[in-house]
């Protein structure tokens, strides 16, 4: 019996016979899919089907090249995944026809990217990549019979960021990003800390998009993709003033004058060690002993965790309120950036009369 799948309103009719490529085929009609099937599985089986030629299916080099121009494009981060998707390209993966590509052959592959030391989350976002595209040449070209990775087992990522600046490292990454080249960074760093917005974002931001009369910076293309509002705290305000004020006297559009998210992570890591630098220098000027963690390790997207736990901490705004501040959709993904320690919602409880 051919299998019959329900996807959506349609029927995908799949039938797999040894000897032969699986083969598989949609219908409007979970008839019409039954009686295909029956009649391969018939033609089989009499010697009348005549399989598809090995040569005439794409390797998985060219169907990442198709995928890539016909999908990949209208992604979020389409030009993250380019480099990822050459290293596939070029890898032994690359030559392989889709249809002797085994869920072993990306195990192997898997552990060749662990075994170059790449991280658990960097070797789980290339598995994910490439379950994109097997799962499209399955689901949209019927390529393949199924997506093969759905059998791998993916990596354990442990290695999520907990990192936020006490208020100390504040004050010296505000004296670092003051003496920047890049008179914009200072504003910019402010609205990272204090709205949680992600750099693809805020270099995304237009000045027809910030509303200083509501408090709210509309962003129209969020990581989501979708439209969302971001509510201006008095101090993000000023900043964004600033910026906008300085944007319309240079007769631009965009708030900074910058449109390469990876520019704002550049001139943040030139202040972060400036930052560090300053710091030394008080301590020797001083006498006291240099705190080794310092600005140690701080990423430009640790801004996104220090805002959301800073609201947190505050304790005036609910978890909805939270969640509006953040963009995040479920309180799960809210978890992960807002970072309390137990004895600050010990301290909290103290004051409850409860």
């Known amino acids: 019996m051919p299998t019959i799948i329900k996807r959506g309103d349609k029927f995908l ?3 797999r016979r040894q000897g032969f490529s699986p083969v598989s ?6 008839t019409d899919a039954v009686a295909w099937g029956r009649r391969v599985e018939a033609d089989m089986q009499a010697g009348k089907w005549v399989d598809e030629p090995a040569q005439a299916r794409p390797s998985l080099k060219e169907a990442i090249a198709e995928y890539r121009h016909k999908v990949a494009v209208r992604l979020k981060g389409a030009r993250d995944y380019a480099y990822s998707f050459k290293e596939i390209e070029a890898s032994d993966l690359g030559g392989k026809p889709l249809d002797q590509l085994k869920p072993s052959d990306l195990a192997e592959w898997r552990d060749a990217l662990a075994g170059r030391g790449l991280k658990p989350a960097t070797v789980a976002r290339r598995l994910g990549l490439l379950s994109g595209v097997l799962s499209w040449c399955h689901k949209e070209k019927g390529w393949l019979a199924d997506n093969p990775m759905r059998s791998v087992r993916k990596p354990t990522v442990r290695d999520a960021r907990t990192r936020t600046l006490d208020p100390e490292e504040v004050r010296y990454l505000e004296l ?9 960074l200072p504003d910019a760093v402010i609205l990272l800390i204090r709205t949680a917005m992600r750099r693809s974002e805020l270099v995304g931001l237009q000045c027809g998009d910030v509303d200083l ?12 993709g979708e439209q969302r509002e971001v509510p201006l705290c008095p101090e993000a305000k000023m900043a964004i003033a600033r910026l906008t004020a300085d944007a319309v006297k240079q007769g631009r559009k965009a708030v900074l ?3 390469d998210p990876e520019a704002v992570s550049f001139a943040f890591r030139r202040a972060v060690v400036r930052a560090r630098a300053r710091y030394e220098e008080d301590c020797a000027a001083s006498g006291a002993v240099c705190d080794s963690k310092f600005m140690h390790g701080i990423r430009l997207h640790d801004l996104r965790h220090h805002a959301v736990s800073v609201w947190a901490r505050t304790g005036g705004l609910s978890l909805i309120e939270l969640m509006k501040v953040s963009g995040h959709k479920s309180p799960r993904m809210l978890a992960r950036y807002a ?7 010990a301290a909290k409880m103290a004051t409850l009369n409860v």
Not at 25 to 30: E, G, L, N
Not at 213 to 224: E, G, P
Not at 339 to 345: A, D, F, K, M
């Open 176 to 184: 670092a990003t003051s003496a920047a080249r890049a008179t914009w």
């Open 13 to 15: 009719a799949r039938v």
């Open 213 to 224: 009369a509501r408090s709210v910076a509309i962003l129209q293309d969020s990581k989501n």
């Open 257 to 259: 004058p910058i449109n």
């Open 25 to 30: 085929q949609t219908f409007i009609r979970k």
């Open 339 to 345: 970072h309390l320690s137990s004895e600050e919602v």
